[in-house]
Each structure stands twice: as C-alpha cells, then as structure tokens.
C-alpha cells in the first residue's frame, strides 16, 4: 500500500481558523478543494504554537488560547 495525500481545504493555505475560505470568502468541510488550493507545505504533525511564527504576535489570530503543543489553521513557518 502507498499513500498520498490529496489537496483539500484542510491542507491549504486560503483556510481560516473559523473554516472558511479567505480567497472566496465561503464556508469549507475540511475535504472541500477547488483548483484554487494553494498547498501549506509545512503544516505537519510536529506543528504546534511553540514553532508558529504567529506566536506572541498581532498576527496570531488565536492569541487568547495559544500556547506549546497547541495549534490552529492559521499556523505557519
Ligand atoms: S482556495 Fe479552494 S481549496 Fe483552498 S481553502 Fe479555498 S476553497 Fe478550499
Ligand atoms: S494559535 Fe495558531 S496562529 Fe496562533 S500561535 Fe498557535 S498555531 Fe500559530
């Protein structure tokens, strides 16, 4: 068996923490996709607040809950 990964909402760039689409402005499921997914390469399992570049900035979204080990859509490098 091989696996693969598919391009989904849950894995793109445009997705908000409140699950919606920041390029469309719409509501998403997670397994949603349009041929506007734009990949979030470095969202993996170690990702966390403790390694967001958000983190203790104006730009984290989440700012009143985010802490090590936790994490939101809105993570990045
Ligand atoms: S751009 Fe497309 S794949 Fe990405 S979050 Fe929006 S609807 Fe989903
Ligand atoms: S809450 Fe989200 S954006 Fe804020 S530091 Fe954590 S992962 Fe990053």
């Not at 693969?4 to 499921?29: G, Q, R, Y």
């Not at 949603?32 to 979204?61: E, I, M, Q, R, V």
Request: proline residues 1%; hydrophobic residues 25%; glycine residues 2%.
């Amino acid at each position: 068996m091989s696996l693969s990964s598919n391009n989904v909402c849950f894995n793109c760039e445009n997705l908000t923490a409140s699950f919606s689409c920041k390029k469309h402005d719409l509501s998403v499921n997670l397994d949603n996709y349009c041929s506007d997914h734009n990949y979030k390469k470095s969202l993996n399992k170690t990702s966390n607040c403790g390694n967001c570049s958000k983190f203790k900035t104006d730009n984290c979204p989440n700012s009143n809950y985010a802490s090590e080990g936790l994490l939101c859509f809105s993570w990045s490098l």
